[in-house]
């Protein structure tokens, strides 16, 4: 309940009054609990279909590490509440720091009802759907949800700018958010294994607990791909992950040109698209293409199936690919292609010539102990090392506010294995 007494003041009117009468109102309606899914929900209406739902989730540790696993099935709203649920206080630890210290940053509740407003009717059913879920089976505000699910999207909208100038402070110096991401084909590397790295630069970790929830997250939807969603708790959207067609993410905030906006699909929901319903680049490309584009974005994707890795710039009007061995530019710079390796990011020359350096010979642990400590900059919030053709990764995360990712151990997660034997214990309650 520690959350409830930071964001009291901004409940909706009806919820805060329902507040105050539980706790200074007799005896009857001090029971009253107005978080219960029982009054909020439509979807989950008893305990008997409660339990039903919860048995198809469990949550497990890797050994050594703070990073939880998340198993969840089934709709997109249970899926939501069966995180809820088993991270209840830590959905509400994690979500109201990261709430308060962004009103305090962006010094308006309202900014995020507007920036909400303008993403929704862009972002698929499903997705609302999970966020009311999660709401539900966290006891969480729906609006903070939506809130926290927004602020992706306005830490790289250009047009934040013109707010009084009061994220200035998100675009630089320890704040900076910008990302680097590799794909290395065999040929690039020295055991001829494919490795696609993905160090996410994102500050926003300084002004929440972010780091201290680390979490991976299974998803078993009705329709789709089974995923690894490789984020934190409370956080549904996606910005790293690999699905069992051998799909992995990476995305990078690129500039703020002038036709930015945020009536379009957030980037966070578009990349969860493509870990549900993409089974190779082409579906890459038809997902990202198809979508309304919101912010200048550059993603790097690969299919451990087919070998292959490609970058992508998308903004509102534009579409680009670059392949390996080609060439990297755009209206102010170009790199040049560094063969059997595509790559992007915010050091970009320092990039092209450590990869030129070391390619033919680049090993998982050259990536581990020298080049990501080199190329990754001062945010660098986690670090993936995707292993696709073999469905599984590496993930390093930042340990603290001022620490590094970089420099923080790295656990390994076989993906393969976690979807076999959770398909396995969910044929057994099929049969029950």
Known sequence: MKFYHSILLSLPYS?????????????????????????????????????????????????????????????????????????????QENLGALYTNSLKTFHSEELFAEVYERLRPFIPQEYIDE???????????????????????????????????????????????????????????RNHEMYVIRILDWGL??????????????????????????????????????????????????GSPPNETLRGKPMI?????????????????????????????????????SLEAELYYRDRDTFRVFRPGEEVYDDKKQFPGVRNLVYGGHFDELMSEV??????????????????????MKSNFQNVIYEPQRLAFWVSNSPGKSLRAAEAPYFFFDLKKAISDHIQLLSTFEQD
């Open 15 to 91: 919820l805060s009054a329902i507040f105050f009468l539980t706790l200074f109102a007799g005896c009857g309606l001090s029971r009253i609990d107005p978080m219960h899914f029982l009054i909020r929900s439509d979807r989950i209406t008893s305990f008997e279909q409660e339990q039903q739902v919860m048995q198809k989730a469990r949550l497990e540790w890797i050994d050594g590490s703070n990073i939880r696993v998340l198993y969840v099935a089934g709709t997109p709203y249970e899926r939501g509440y069966q995180q809820g649920k088993l991270l209840r206080e830590e959905v």
């Open 131 to 189: 966020m009311q879920g999660l709401a539900h089976g966290s006891r969480m505000p729906l609006h903070v949800i939506h809130a926290i699910h927004a602020l992706p999207s306005l830490t790289e909208w250009g047009g934040k700018r013109r707010i009084k100038g009061i994220v200035k402070q998100m675009m630089k110096g320890e704040l900076g958010t910008s990302c680097s991401n590799v794909g290395a084909l065999p040929d690039a590397t």
């Open 205 to 254: 970790h300084r002004i929440s607990r972010l780091h201290d929830y680390p979490l991976i997250t299974i998803h078993f939807p009705e329709e789709g791909e089974p995923s690894a969603n490789i984020g934190w708790v409370g956080f549904l959207g996606a910005v790293s992950g690999m699905n069992a067609s051998g799909i992995t993410l990476g995305e990078m905030g690129y």
């Open 269 to 305: 929901f578009l990349l969860r698209d493509i870990l549900t319903y993409a089974h190779n680049l082409k579906d890459v490309r038809s997902l990202i293409t198809s979508a309304p584009g919101t912010n200048a974005f550059s993603y790097l994707m690969s299919d451990g199936k």
């Open 355 to 376: 990869l030129t350096r070391h390619s033919g010979n680049l090993t998982r642990e050259l990536f581990m102990e020298e080049i990501i400590p080199e190329i990754a």
